[in-house]
Every structure is written in structure tokens, then in C-alpha cells.
């Protein structure tokens, strides 16, 4: 079986190229911007979603397309960026595969389509949808127009992650750092519930996917344990050897402060350490459903929060992160 990856180069992408390499699998690895570290174990080619006919070559003789690739939750770009990559890219490599007659299509998505989950709600995967933001809004527009092309006869199949953590993710790692840091707030006392997911647990059930999904089905892969903010603090704190503050600055002031310092570290180009991308993780709660991936997929997560944050955390003081 020969996979596509897009987006190879990010956190859930190089550890997916790692399992499947381990596997039945040869990958073939979409570089863009940064670097593939798969030299020698994958082929790589370099490329950009905007060139279709590129894509289409890159394409030719794969089995299974993996489209991980996209513009993450803040960016200094605009609306426009989001949607050239989340929404405009899913359509070109999409169409490239099509094109190129890819039996089989995985559009990994992310909870962020749904937006915002109501307290005291499971979504399951045909939540009524919400988005937030820019983020959240084109990666809807994306999972659309896979369902889109999923009724004109494409297999494609969608996967939303729950909060994926793990070793060598650079996201989870400022939340993590904060805590080691004492630098964190828990804002709004962390009532918000997640769905955290464990790095192996995520591309295994992204695996399981391609092998078992459904054509234009959505899967929820996410770990067992649905857990406030506060609850995942308090893990994370534990496996960093510290406590959290007793403090919770009120909503009101971390929204002015994020709109703040995203209005004052645009002017220099860079991105604020605190914005409203990262607001979003305590105020928009994402409690995901995983029954009709157990059901249909045979996906059963092995890794809890609390196991998988101290191997995190161990990762990160092994490599000198911590």
C-alpha cells in the first residue's frame, strides 16, 4: 500500500508517516514549507496545494491520500490564508486525487468545525455546527467540500481529533511550559470540557479509518475521558512536579488582554503569546462522542490523560524542552 501525506511535516502528520512506515506502508511525503524528517524512510516530494497539476503527478500510484495538511488554529494572516489552505488547498488535492485515481481519501478535519459544544452536551458526529473563528470556519468549509465530492462518487473519508498531546508537539508544549513555568491562568475557573487525545491512540484511529471507514462518513478519534480545563491542568501540573495558582482572572479581562496583545504584536509581526486562539481552549468546549468510530472503525483508545501527559512531559525533559 503506497500513502500520501500531506502536512507531513506537523505534529500529527510525521507521527502518522512513522506508523504507517512501521507498517505495510510506503509514504510518499508532501514537503511545503518545513522540512520533512523522513529522509531515507519516505519519498519526498516538494510542493505547494495551489499547483493541482503538481499535486496530480505527486498523486499517481497512490493507494491512500492523507490530507493533513492546513493552516493552524492563529495565524498573522488573515481570512483569505485560512481559506487558501483549509478550504481552497482541500479542494485542489482533493481534485488532484480524483484526477489521479486514488482509491481512497482520508480529510483529517478537526473538532473545530463544530465550533462550540454545549454544556452538559456529547457531540456526536452530526452536531449542530457553530464555528468561532476564522480557523474553525474554514476548516467546515473544507470538511463541505469533502462531503461534497464524497456524493459525486470520491471515497473520502473525515476524521475530526479530539485535543491531540504528546511528544514533540509544539502547540500542547506552551500549555504545558506555562504550568512547569507557573505561568498560567486558569481562566473562567476551567470549566470548559475536552477531549484530549494521545499522539498514538490519534493516528492509529486515523489508520483504522482508511481501513474501515465508510465513504463520506465523519469519525470523532478521541481519547475515553471527557475532562474539564481545570482537570487537565491539574494533570499536567502533577506530571510537571508544580501546582496550579489559585488564581482565575475573570473572562472580561483575558478577552480585553488577548484583543490587546494580538492588536499590539501585529504590529511587529508576531504572534502574541497569549490571543484569542488560545482564549478558545477554555471558553469553547469540544466534548466529542468516539462511539461510531468504536462501533464502526474497531478504534479503542489505550493511552489516559494522566498516562499520556507524564510521557509527554518525560519527552519534552528528556530532549531539553523542559
Known sequence: MRAFISGASGFVGSHLASLLLAGKWEVRA??????VRLEGKAEIVRGDLDDGDFLARSLEGVDVLFHLAAALGFSLAGIDEFRRINAAGTENILQAAKKAGVRRIVHVSSGGALGVVRDGEVAGEDYPQNPQNAYDRT????????????????DVVIVRPGWAYGPGDRRTFKLIKSIHD??????????????????????RGIELSAEKGRPGEIYHIAGNEILTVKEMAESIASACGT??????PPLWMMKTAAAVLEKTFRLVGKEAPFNRSKLSFFIHPKALSIEKARRELGYEPAVDFGSGMALAVAWYKDNGWL
Open 243 to 248: 501546582r496550579l495558582p489559585r488564581v482565575s
Open 30 to 35: 508532501l514537503w511545503h514549507k518545513s522540512p
Open 139 to 154: 476548516k467546515l468549509e473544507g470538511e463541505k467540500t469533502a462531503l461534497r465530492l464524497a456524493r459525486e462518487g470520491l
Open 182 to 203: 507557573k505561568r498560567f491562568a486558569l481562566v473562567a475557573e476551567g470549566r470548559g470540557r475536552q477531549t484530549p487525545v494521545y499522539i498514538s491512540d490519534l493516528v
